[in-house]
């Protein structure tokens, strides 16, 4: 298939395989950062190719997963107001809140519909101009320009009855978290290259000099994720830390301007409580004053809500890279993409669902069981 397997090539994959074996003397702890790229290297087995020094630590990179469970209990209770259409993408209908989840709400009554766009929730408020459609809105810079054009779009077309739950997270904070947290053995980062598409490198020099961490911007294919790896541990080697763009056929420096410029028009920079890893300053966009009116946290009051994460789940130490997901009592028994503690083993970018789905478990997955993801 074009674009893909040529990025799949098992030759060059030996040749890169090589060079890092050639390349590496000592141990070096990596952390890729989208959940994306932590389901290529398990589907794959790269890290089980790759030599004994290097490990690859898998960083808080799944949208689903680091949305703060207060977060889900809002949209749980907005789903479940009568007067509401809520509309969501598919995976975030099995993620638990502290009591249900979206589709328990939508077999008690609610109207939960999934989408494949958030302009598919506009056009939902157009043609229902008597109900309340509200999109939930998660994820990182990748995900968040088309949900700020369609609040855009909505405030153009005066569509009142839209409005937007807002859970945005940027990479850059999450970084500078992971570095000065105690205990961190992170030494370089394979950075995610659809994040970098949007927003650009800029933000990464700072941090790279700061920390002494080479950054390198980072695919998703296993050649792409073999090519990340190899010019990381080359730096390493070397004593580098500079930020490089192994990612060149989608990633820019500068990123996509007209998609900056509209995060710029409709949200602002905020502090955002992640999943299992606490409040992080900065590290996400709420609706700016402008567009104050479709925040749906603001129309529906349900700010005061907070949540205690269940003792159980360790996600929060598998989102830091502290364990990994086969380290938690948990993992496979307790919690199972059917009956999952946390967003990590729904999500399909979750580290405990990559484990749990290609090798971990020591079992065979059932068929349900292998799609976890509505």
Same mark, same amino acid.
């Given at each position: 298939m074009k674009y893909l397997d040529e990025f799949q090539n098992p030759e060059l994959a030996r040749r890169l395989l090589d060079d890092i074996r050639s390349t590496v003397t000592r141990p070096w702890a990596l952390m890729e950062v989208c959940g994306g790229q932590t389901h290529t290297i398990i589907r794959h087995g790269i890290d089980q190719l790759l030599p004994d *020094? =290097?490990?690859? %630590? #898998?960083?808080? !990179?799944?949208?689903? /997963?680091?949305?703060?469970?207060?977060? %889900?209990?809002?949209?749980?209770? %907005?789903?479940a107001r009568p007067e509401v259409i809520f509309c969501s993408f598919g995976d975030m209908l099995r993620v638990p809140g502290s009591d249900r989840d979206l589709f328990q709400v939508r077999s008690r009554g609610g109207d939960v519909r999934v989408v494949y766009s958030p302009l598919d929730a506009l056009k939902i408020a157009q043609q229902h101009p008597d109900r309340e459609v509200v999109f939930f809105g998660i994820g990182f810079e990748t995900t968040a320009p088309p949900n700020a054009?369609?609040?855009?779009? @909505?405030?153009?077309l005066g569509i009142p009855n839209f409005s937007l739950l807002v859970s945005h997270v940027r990479v850059p904070p999450? %970084?500078?978290?992971?570095?000065?947290?105690?205990?961190? &053995?992170?030494? @370089?980062? $394979? @950075?995610?290259? #659809?994040? /970098?598409?949007?927003?650009?490198?800029?933000?990464?020099?700072e941090l790279a000099a700061r920390h002494r961490v080479p950054i390198v911007v980072t695919g998703f294919e296993? $050649?792409?994720?073999?090519? !990340?790896? +190899? +010019?990381?541990? +080359? *730096? $390493?080697? &070397?004593?580098? #830390?500079? =930020?490089?763009?192994?990612?060149? &056929?989608? =990633?820019?420096s500068e990123g996509n301007p007209a998609a900056r410029a509209m995060l710029a028009d409709v949200f602002e920079v905020t502090d955002r409580s992640w999943r299992g890893i606490g409040t992080i300053p900065a590290s996400g966009w709420r609706l700016s004053e402008r567009y104050r009116d479709y925040d749906a946290e603001h129309r529906f009051s349900v700010g005061g809500i907070t949540t205690k994460e269940p003792a159980a789940c360790r996600s929060g130490e598998v989102l830091q890279g502290f364990i990994k997901p086969h380290e938690c009592e948990?993992?496979?028994?307790?919690?199972?993409?059917r009956t999952p503690l946390g967003a990590t083993m729904v999500s399909s970018e979750g580290a405990c669902a990559a484990y749990y789905l290609y090798r971990r478990l020591g079992t065979t997955p059932t068929p349900q069981e292998a799609s976890p993801v509505v």
């Amino acid at each position: 298939m074009k674009y893909l397997d040529e990025f799949q090539n098992p030759e060059l994959a030996r040749r890169l395989l090589d060079d890092i074996r050639s390349t590496v003397t000592r141990p070096w702890a990596l952390m890729e950062v989208c959940g994306g790229q932590t389901h290529t290297i398990i589907r794959h087995g790269i890290d089980q190719l790759l030599p004994d *020094q =290097v490990e690859l %630590i #898998h960083g808080p !990179g799944c949208p689903v /997963c680091v949305t703060p469970l207060e977060v %889900i209990d809002k949209a749980l209770e %907005i789903a479940a107001r009568p007067e509401v259409i809520f509309c969501s993408f598919g995976d975030m209908l099995r993620v638990p809140g502290s009591d249900r989840d979206l589709f328990q709400v939508r077999s008690r009554g609610g109207d939960v519909r999934v989408v494949y766009s958030p302009l598919d929730a506009l056009k939902i408020a157009q043609q229902h101009p008597d109900r309340e459609v509200v999109f939930f809105g998660i994820g990182f810079e990748t995900t968040a320009p088309p949900n700020a054009m369609t609040v855009y779009q @909505a405030r153009k077309l005066g569509i009142p009855n839209f409005s937007l739950l807002v859970s945005h997270v940027r990479v850059p904070p999450a %970084i500078e978290a992971i570095m000065t947290s105690p205990g961190c &053995r992170v030494q @370089a980062f $394979l @950075a995610a290259g #659809h994040v /970098c598409s949007v927003m650009g490198m800029e933000e990464y020099p700072e941090l790279a000099a700061r920390h002494r961490v080479p950054i390198v911007v980072t695919g998703f294919e296993p $050649l792409d994720i073999l090519e !990340g790896i +190899r +010019r990381t541990v +080359r *730096q $390493l080697e &070397r004593g580098e #830390h500079t =930020v490089d763009n192994a990612y060149p &056929r989608a =990633v820019r420096s500068e990123g996509n301007p007209a998609a900056r410029a509209m995060l710029a028009d409709v949200f602002e920079v905020t502090d955002r409580s992640w999943r299992g890893i606490g409040t992080i300053p900065a590290s996400g966009w709420r609706l700016s004053e402008r567009y104050r009116d479709y925040d749906a946290e603001h129309r529906f009051s349900v700010g005061g809500i907070t949540t205690k994460e269940p003792a159980a789940c360790r996600s929060g130490e598998v989102l830091q890279g502290f364990i990994k997901p086969h380290e938690c009592e948990a993992f496979g028994t307790l919690c199972t993409p059917r009956t999952p503690l946390g967003a990590t083993m729904v999500s399909s970018e979750g580290a405990c669902a990559a484990y749990y789905l290609y090798r971990r478990l020591g079992t065979t997955p059932t068929p349900q069981e292998a799609s976890p993801v509505v």
